[in-house]
């Protein structure tokens, strides 16, 4: 497979030569790659890590395909939900571009930003348009592998929802897709690279991270629940001005053009010619344009921390303060106080915790949607309507412990786990006292605020009477978060290395103080239409976390070596 994506780049070798691409030096540069490629393990799925030093191989990659592919059967389905194969193929690209994207943006930046071919390839006579050429087509035929996955059954599939004779043309549709996939994500990294500081460029790539996961979580929830596909089936989409630069639209258009010709106006005809043109004239416009001096700013990008300036030490100086001062007043034991104080600082600084974690600040609004827009109704405002007058406010608070779950699965772990020899290295006998302001600090950071934004919305549509639901059910987030680090997360904050499965024992512990807190939940809905009931169980909840916050301060370094072990 990979001599066979070498010799299809080789067709493009006189466009590159051109550019000032050095094409046997990305011959040579490729080959190497690809070759290292099959033998590093593949990091997708957990597997057993012995068998793949046994082996020199990373069994997984079938499973990924297979995933991969298990997705494209359900995008290809799509196809069979319009009447026009333009608007069929123009939804169906837009997901399948939008899912590439998707992939390189969370597993290729990495590869993209790889500092070490600078110390490796650079010393040799290599210019700056090879070296970017060579790690965008890099990636591009590890992605090309994962989209003939993806794009196998919308093949197979279209020649039912079309007709046989649009087969050949899919094919080259999934290839001018699979480019401009690759092409527009390269793009604006190296815009980005070019206009905005190294600091603000590892931010923004985050939180591009996190707004791209969203987008595709809410849209395969919500999507259905809130368009009606009736309505789309018999839209014209070259009817509207916008279409026009839709990269999706042009992909689409190639069939439109060859298949149905005789519907196809002037206007489909360059769109068509635009779809595939457009991937050799963005190959250019990198190679030629944004690839010089890509590597001296790769190198600024790799050795900036962000926090070495006088400016960044001022500014961050009244929120230091702040941070100081709720410390003293919900951790006012010293040991206690160290441990909310290291948890605060790195929760709100290490970007790889906060992708892991800011996606489920969303994805708690996009389920509750799901759920409460899920009753019968013909439109939404009767749907609105109908939520107002029900209890479900109870649901969209106790779902806000998936957040705090989250934050706790995710709080114990990092790549840099080597530094917390300093919490072994102080005298402290009891590490419980560390533990405990690790929950406060996530708690006070995150989960409370979180709450608090959902208790503003429960108001404001349900009214002042479900305060008394909100405080109960927040305790009740707040003891299944003890729950869960009492039994499952005794971990130090950000003092072990990165885990790739859970043991079953786990598992079944987590499911046991699930479907606990999901009792207390449902006994909760069930006396929610008495308001003093509820206002005298918030009394015993708030007893009840600081009997088992008093506990959590207990433990001891023997229960968190042997957790470890």
Same mark, same amino acid.
Request: charged share 15%.
């Given at each position: ?87 069929? =193929?123009t939804?169906?690209?837009? /997901? ?5 994207? !998707? ?5 290729? $930046? &990495? @590869? #993209?930003?790889d ?14 348009r ?59 990294y ?6 905005v ?11 591009? =991270?996190?707004?791209?996961?969203? /987008? ?5 929830? !919500? ?5 009606? $596909? &009736? @309505? #789309?089936a018999n ?13 999706p639209?042009?992909?689409?258009a ?21 779809g ?17 001096g890509?590597?001296?700013?790769l ?15 001022t ?16 951790a ?48 939404l ?42 919490y ?9 006292k560390?533990l405990?302001?690790m ?13 608090i ?12 009477s ?29 003092s072990k ?24 939940g ?11 009931v ?32």
């Amino acid at each position: 497979m990979n001599k066979l994506f070498l010799k299809l780049i080789a067709l493009f070798y006189p466009m590159l030569e051109r550019s000032g691409v050095n094409v046997s030096q990305l011959y040579q540069i490729l080959k190497i790659k690809l070759l290292i490629d099959n033998r590093r393990p593949k990091t997708a799925f957990a597997q057993n890590r012995q068998a793949t030093k046994k082996t020199g191989k990373a069994g997984n990659i079938w499973g990924i395909y297979l995933v991969t592919g298990l997705m494209g059967v359900m995008v290809a389905f799509l196809l069979f939900l319009f009447k026009m194969p333009l608007v069929g =193929q123009t939804v169906y690209f837009t /997901l399948f571009m939008v899912l590439l994207a !998707l992939t390189m943006i969370t597993d290729f $930046t &990495t @590869v #993209l930003l790889d500092v070490r071919d600078q110390y490796i390839i650079l010393p040799r006579p290599v210019n700056d348009r090879t070296l970017t050429v060579s790690r965008i087509l890099h990636i591009g035929i590890y992605v090309s592998k994962l989209a003939l996955a993806q794009g196998l059954p919308g093949v197979i599939l279209v020649g039912f929802a079309d007709s046989w004779a649009a087969v050949p043309v899919f094919i080259v549709q999934l290839v001018e897709a699979t480019f401009l996939s690759i092409l527009l994500v390269n793009m604006v990294y190296l815009v980005l690279m070019k206009l905005v500081s190294p600091q603000k460029f590892k931010d923004i790539i985050s939180y591009f =991270q996190i707004g791209f996961s969203v /987008l595709i979580f809410g849209s395969y929830y !919500l999507i259905p629940r809130l368009v009606d $596909t &009736t @309505v #789309l089936a018999n839209i014209n989409l070259l009817h509207y001005a916008w279409a026009y630069f839709m990269p999706p639209v042009w992909i689409a258009a190639l069939n439109e053009a060859l298949i149905h010709w005789s519907r196809a106006g002037a206007l489909t005809y360059v769109l068509a010619v635009l779809g595939l043109a457009a991937p050799l004239i963005g190959l250019w416009l990198v190679a030629r344009v944004l690839a010089p001096g890509f590597n001296r700013k790769l190198a600024v990008v790799a050795t900036s921390d962000g926090n070495s300036t006088t400016d960044t030490v001022t500014k961050e100086k009244p929120g230091f303060r702040l941070v100081s001062r709720i410390a003293n007043l919900l951790a006012p034991d010293p040991v206690e106080n160290a441990g909310f104080r290291i948890t605060w600082t790195l929760a709100a600084r290490i970007r790889e915790f906060k992708i892991k974690v800011y996606p489920a600040f969303a994805y708690v609004p996009i389920y509750f949607v799901y759920f409460a827009f899920n009753s019968k109704g013909t439109g939404l405002s009767e749907k609105y309507e109908g939520l107002q007058h029900s209890h479900k406010y109870i649901l969209l608070i106790y779902l806000s412990t998936f957040v705090l779950a989250s934050i706790l699965q995710h709080i114990s772990y990092t790549e840099k786990f080597k530094a917390s020899w300093v919490y072994y290295a102080l005298p402290i006998s009891k590490p419980g006292k560390i533990l405990s302001g690790m929950y406060k600090a996530v708690s006070t950071l995150y989960y409370l605020p979180y709450c608090i934004v959902l208790g503003m919305i429960s108001v404001y549509i349900w009214g002042p009477s479900v305060i008394n639901d909100i405080i109960l059910a927040t305790f009740a987030g707040l003891i299944y978060g003890l729950l869960t680090a009492l039994f499952l997360l005794k971990g130090l904050p950000f003092s072990k290395p990165v885990m790739v499965k859970q043991s079953g024992g786990r598992v079944a512990v987590s499911l046991l103080i699930t479907s606990f807190v999901g009792l207390i939940g449902f006994a909760h809905y069930l006396l929610s239409r008495w308001e003093i009931v509820i206002w005298i169980l918030i009394i015993p909840a708030m007893g009840l976390y600081w009997l088992m916050m008093h506990y959590y301060k207990k433990q001891s370094w023997e229960s968190i070596e042997v957790e470890e072990l």
